[in-house]
């Protein structure tokens, strides 16, 4: 049976390779698929040396070589001749040497080459109208180049590119899209471009992927964008003003810009699911309906409040709702809403949640919710029952100031597994009052999940700082409200006496003396035999050494 698996699996290497591949495949690895031979030669520090003059014109004889890996190798120079042959090949991965050209004829020879990556090298620019017709280029990879503007040296050059990537580069103007027609994925994404030329990608109409982040962008119209988007994403710009129009756009994300204010033609945006408005300065939401919206991030802007117009009468299929991080007056839910997760965190102005708080907040039909109170410094107080009509899935109190929780703030069931709480992070004191913690909420997360009780520690009485409350896990009687917990309660009181400098005295009683006494006269006996005991040896011991 052995020798026939190994029999096997010499003919499987013969057939991938000839002696010159089986030569390769010592220093790179070799593997083969259905769709043809793999040789990966990443990092294998191959650079400029005899090592990377591979007899690669035999490669292709046996069996289709599918994807040639030459990525981090310190290459400055691409053996054009020697590639020229693989006829064959789809993917080639030349990312992370020291390239600062492409060669033209690597178009020209390999016609069936599809993906080709030439990201993390030296390039400076590149000439698109090399991908010809003739060219099979569907994905090309270009980020993180040193490219300050893409050039076009012959016209009417329409090409079969898909997707381009030219991300973290230096490009500062959009004029070579004319003849990227089929494009269908874009990322322009950490660039120097300060606008959106009116023209340059409205020729794009297969495009549905664009990324324009990280950029210098001071608007954003979407009059100069194809109809055809999908989603766009200029996070991390200077937008100030954002102009609308009708759209398929399902995903907009617009985080940390200078936006002031969303307008009521947000509903142009009919198939909008996912909106980002984090990081902006927001003081209030539109009264709009958008019947598929399913995210919306409203986060460190400055919101006073909830919005009301945020509801599930506007956003009917509204599932995950984020307000974190505004100068909230209160948390107060003003309208319905049906949630699958619900975020306040690092909130610096709110002190407590009352029992009103949530009631129009809910879990969606026939589901749950997860929310998250978290990293809000200044919430001490949470009355009871606050999340008494919900079903939870998980809820997250970490970070917060809470010194004591309400034993009905939680339905600590064991058997609703779901319900995972977080309490890490706040400043217990561990009095009787929490007493409730040890008996029913340790044991089940104990159960559920060991890591929510990590860092669950007590901050006071002094006796118990920072002791993790797992700690007492299966400890029998009532920890915090026994003995121990009286024994806090009195070294607290002695400390703060003596930190107030106030005089400690302890008062005597007539047992105490008695007891006194005894002792004394005890220690006194016992000092007499020793004395005398000890004037005896030293008599005896002179006796002994008397000369005669």
């Known amino acids: 049976m052995m020798f026939n698996y190994c029999n096997l699996v010499m003919s499987l290497l013969l057939i991938v390779c000839n002696k010159c591949l089986c030569d390769i495949c010592k220093t790179c690895i070799c593997s083969a698929l259905n769709e043809g031979a793999i040789i990966d030669c990443h990092d294998r520090h191959l650079g400029i040396n005899e090592a990377l003059n591979f007899d690669l014109l035999t490669l292709d004889q046996h069996q289709p070589l599918n994807k040639l890996i030459l990525s981090k190798n310190n290459i400055v120079l691409l053996p054009i001749n020697e590639l020229k042959n693989l006829k064959h090949l789809k993917k080639l991965d030349l990312s992370q040497n020291q390239l600062d050209n492409i060669h033209s004829d690597i178009f020209k020879n390999l016609n069936d080459l599809e993906d080709l990556n030439y990201s993390h090298n030296l390039l400076w620019g590149f000439d698109i109208s090399i991908l010809n017709i003739d060219s099979s280029l569907s994905k090309f990879n270009l980020s993180h180049n040193q490219i300050s503007s893409l050039e076009k040296s012959s016209e009417n050059i329409t090409t079969k590119l898909k997707v381009l990537d030219v991300s973290h580069n230096k490009l500062n103007n959009l004029n070579f899209f004319d003849d990227l027609l089929e494009l269908e994925y874009l990322d322009l994404s950490f660039n120097k471009l300060f606008s959106l030329p009116v023209k340059s990608l409205l020729r794009l109409q297969h495009l549905k992927i664009l990324y324009i982040n990280n950029n210098h962008l001071l608007d954003l119209n979407l009059q100069n964008l194809p109809l055809s988007l999908l989603e766009l994403y200029a996070e991390n710009n200077f937008i100030n003003c954002l102009s609308l129009q009708k759209s398929l756009i399902y995903t907009l994300n617009i985080q940390n810009n200078r936006i002031f204010n969303i307008y009521k033609n947000l509903t142009l945006l009919e198939g909008l699911k996912d909106l980002n408005i984090n990081g902006n300065s927001l003081s209030e939401f539109p009264d709009?309906?958008?019947?598929?919206?399913?995210?919306?991030?409203?986060?460190?802007?400055?919101?006073?409040?909830?919005?009301?117009?945020?509801?599930?009468?506007?956003?009917?299929?509204?599932?995950?709702?984020?307000?974190?991080?505004?100068?909230?007056?209160?948390v107060k839910i003003r309208s319905e809403l049906r949630l699958e997760r619900f975020e306040i965190n690092f909130v610096k102005t709110i002190e407590e949640i009352d029992k009103e708080t949530f009631l129009m907040l809910r879990e969606r039909k026939n589901d749950c919710i997860n929310i998250t109170v978290s990293n809000n410094k200044k919430l001490s107080t949470i009355e009871e029952n606050v999340f008494q009509h919900m079903n939870i899935c998980s809820l997250d109190l970490s970070n917060n100031c809470f010194a004591h929780l309400p034993s009905k703030l939680f339905d600590v069931n064991v058997s609703n597994a779901k319900y995972l709480i977080n309490l890490q992070g706040n400043p217990f004191i561990c009095n009787c009052s929490l007493q409730w913690m040890l008996s029913a909420l340790i044991p089940k997360l104990y159960s559920i999940k060991p890591s929510l009780l990590e860092d669950l520690r007590c901050a006071g009485p002094p006796p118990l700082t920072n002791k993790r409350m797992i700690h007492w896990y299966k400890w029998k009687g009532k920890v915090f409200?026994?003995?121990?917990?009286?024994?806090?309660?009195?070294?607290?009181?002695?400390?703060?006496?003596?930190?107030?400098?106030?005089?400690?005295?302890?008062?005597?009683?007539?047992?105490?003396?008695?007891?006194?006494?005894?002792?004394?006269?005890?220690?006194?006996?016992?000092t007499i035999i020793g004395i005398l005991l000890t004037r005896r040896m030293i008599t005896k011991k002179k006796r002994i050494n008397r000369r005669f």
Not at 303 to 328: A, E, Y
């Open 481 to 526: 409200c026994g003995d121990f917990s009286h024994f806090a309660e009195r070294m607290t009181v002695n400390i703060a006496s003596i930190s107030s400098k106030q005089v400690v005295t302890f008062e005597t009683s007539p047992g105490m003396i008695a007891a006194l006494a005894t002792a004394i006269t005890l220690f006194a006996i016992l």
């Open 288 to 330: 709009v309906f958008l019947k598929d919206l399913e995210t919306l991030d409203l986060s460190f802007n400055n919101l006073t409040m909830i919005p009301q117009t945020v509801s599930i009468k506007n956003f009917p299929n509204l599932r995950i709702l984020k307000v974190n991080g505004n100068p909230l007056k209160d």
